[in-house]
């Protein structure tokens, strides 16, 4: 764990960072103290409101979400669609139902609960500790006081005590448990066999009409997308920063102001013994682990050459006990202020301890020394230059984005004027669709905008647009073709092989039919069934879900059974020739039992949110719900 911990310890941060605020915190908290009703709230929930304001503060917290899941290359736009909105909605007005519930019961959480759950946030603590300075520094991040953040968190624990008696309320039965452990735990013995569709292909001879009647009534299918052929220009940062250029005396000045962050600080490697004492360990345990660590530290004093297989023997850190206890280089600041103040005295080669920490009680090596020392100039020149150059950039492009953008849309008809300004490439981009394109059109507001009605109809520019962070582009349309439906003789041989596989299908499906109903009844069939395998409802690679679903649906009382399914290109029959009931005991009966009772009690939560939704007056501005911030 003190390995874990060390190694891992920025990361963790991160985590926490992200899950510190509770979920209410994000619904905002005004909206639950003001009762008067403003022009454009997007909803009204039994006299709670949800502001405009705050609903799209929290769209824009899920838009950020989904761009850090996917990396930031994601259009914000693209997750702003009306049913997008209206599942947000239906979330917050959920929240108030639940908050409006949790008052009227009287339900409560001490100031005791509400201090625990603060102190005990790993985002506000320091060295284990709970600290207010951590804690203002974190607030103050999300914009919240500790006042709004307590009160948002007292509510969110009162809700919490009402979801958990709900949903933790649903004990089933050992018997149930048991019956749905053994069904889902259940496997049968499969074996296929198929009536395929191309064998009746060679019967299927579609007549014009009928040809002529599927080509009608399907001309979606044979569809080509209006394109446009489009050129384009990028205003660019990177490219600006790359035209920029940084004169030696800049550099240098520039790594004098940042001597501090080229310095590179000593680092020590060490090993150690930990024999751990737990937290609120009485005087007696901490006696009785002091007394074994003295112990090991004289024997490994005596003989440190023994030092890693002792640790590998004694230490109780799981990280660093399987490598003889070594935790591999670091400086200081990056272990428990005692453990690092002793190996920061120590010499390579010696032994120390037991040092005393929060974790139990350190034998420590000393492995070696990395000394400190500050980068020269010449090996950090190249980044320098860079940063300048993307400093000098950054101001030029600020003043050049609004130029840009105000000639490509003043001078509508042509991109040559701002090419010639800013000595860009026009570049062709070929031909595109409203869903295809090469970067760095695939911008879906810039494909919407170049295929606009002013856009295709007058060939004008596009507004300028923010396709990646730095990074503008406009675009024009010079030819445009509209969809169109491809002609019938065009087309005619894709039409027929769609009538032939239509129709050999229903064939297929015919002829399987009537051959699973001979199985059922005992007679003999001309059918080649494969392999017999046992499969469990999970199913298995290379079988049809369909066919698991027919097979484990078929009553199988009486062996052998069959079962039937009708698939695009074939009709499949399944032989079940053997059940295997699952081997059950006392544990899994009961893990079972425990983890159908969450399920259900997660339901009788969602039943019980509804219940509270059809007792509540809910008003729904939709106007202001599809209302997109300008």
Same mark, same amino acid.
Not at 268 to 289: F, P, T, Y
Not at 443 to 455: I, V, W
């Given at each position: ?12 941060? $991160? ?8 979920? &209410? ?63 947000? %909605? ?75 008696? %709900? ?42 009409? !009928? ?16 394109? !446009? ?100 280089? &670091? ?29 139990? &009680? ?52 042509? %991109? ?66 509209? !969809? ?14 769609? %009538? ?26 001309? $059918? ?54 699952? !081997? ?47």
């Amino acid at each position: 764990m003190f390995s874990l911990v060390h190694k891992h310890k920025r990361l963790l941060q $991160l985590v926490l960072a992200l899950i510190i605020v509770p979920p &209410f915190a994000f619904w905002g908290i005004q909206s639950y103290e003001r009762g008067a009703t403003q022009a454009g709230d997007v909803a009204d929930v039994g006299g709670l409101k949800i502001s405009q304001q705050e609903f799209a503060n929290q769209l824009r917290v899920q838009q950020d979400r989904m761009r850090a899941l996917l990396g930031g290359r994601v259009d914000p736009a693209a997750f702003d669609t009306p049913e997008a909105r209206e599942q947000m %909605l239906e979330g917050m007005i959920a929240q108030r139902l639940l908050t409006r519930d949790v008052v009227s019961k009287h339900l409560a959480t001490t100031d005791e609960n509400l201090r625990e759950m603060i102190a005990s946030t790993p985002a506000f603590q320091d060295n284990g500790k709970f600290s207010n300075e951590r804690y203002q520094q974190a607030l103050q991040a999300e914009g919240y006081t500790p006042a709004q953040f307590e009160a948002s968190l007292r509510r969110d624990l009162m809700v919490q005590q009402l979801s958990s008696a %709900l949903a933790d309320s649903n004990i089933l039965s050992r018997a149930i448990a048991k019956q749905w452990a053994s069904l889902a735990g259940e496997q049968r013995e499969l074996s296929q066999a198929s009536v395929p569709a191309s064998s009746f292909a060679s019967q299927i001879k579609p007549a014009p009409e !009928a040809i002529q009647a599927f080509y009608d009534a399907n001309k979606k299918l044979f569809e080509v997308p209006e394109q !446009a052929h489009a050129q384009y220009v990028v205003l660019s940062a990177d490219a600006l920063a790359a035209a920029e250029t940084v004169s030696p005396e800049e550099i240098k000045a520039q790594y004098e102001a940042r001597r501090a962050q080229y310095e590179q600080k000593e680092e020590r490697d060490a090993s150690h013994i930990l024999i751990a004492v737990k937290q609120g360990a009485s005087e007696a345990e901490k006696n009785k682990a002091r007394i074994k660590a003295e112990e090991i530290a004289a024997q490994v004093k005596k003989n440190p050459a023994s030092f890693a297989d002792v640790a590998k023997k004694e230490s109780q850190d799981p990280g660093s006990a399987p490598k003889g206890g070594d935790l591999g280089f &670091f400086s200081r600041g990056m272990m428990v202020a005692q453990f690092e103040d002793a190996v920061f005295h120590m010499k390579p080669g010696e032994i120390s301890g037991p040092v005393q920490s929060d974790f139990g &009680f350190h034998i420590i090596r000393l492995n070696a020394v990395k000394p400190g020392k500050t980068r020269a100039l010449e090996e950090v020149r190249g980044d320098i230059e860079r940063d300048i150059r993307k400093q000098h950039a950054a101001k030029k492009f600020a003043e050049a984005a609004e130029t840009f953008s105000n000639m490509v849309y003043e001078q509508p008809d042509s %991109l040559q004027p701002v090419a010639e300004k800013f000595k860009l490439t026009i570049q062709d981009a070929g031909w595109v669709t409203r869903s295809q394109a090469k970067e760095p059109l695939n911008n879906p507001k810039l494909l919407s905008a170049l295929f606009s009605e002013d856009s295709i109809k007058n060939r004008r520019n596009t507004e300028a647009i923010e396709a990646s962070p730095g990074t503008l582009v406009s675009a024009r349309i010079t030819d445009y073709k509209a !969809a169109a439906v491809r002609p019938l003789e065009e087309v005619r041989n894709e039409v027929v092989n769609q %009538l032939v596989r239509k129709e050999s299908a229903a064939l297929a499906w015919k002829e399987g039919a009537a051959k699973l109903a001979q199985l059922k009844k005992g007679e003999k069939v001309d $059918l080649s069934f494969g392999e017999a395998k046992t499969i469990g409802r999970e199913g298995a690679k290379g079988i049809p879900p369909e066919e698991i679903a027919a097979a484990f649906r078929t009553d199988a009382s009486k062996l052998p059974a069959y079962a039937g399914v009708q698939l695009p290109d074939s009709y499949a029959i399944v032989r079940i020739s053997k059940v295997v009931q699952p !081997a059950l005991d006392e544990a899994k009966e009961k893990g079972v039992q425990t983890e159908l009772g969450r399920a259900f009690g997660a339901s009788q939560f969602q039943a019980y949110v509804a219940s509270l939704r059809a007792g509540t007056k809910v008003e729904i501005n939709q106007e202001a719900l599809q209302k997109k911030e300008q």
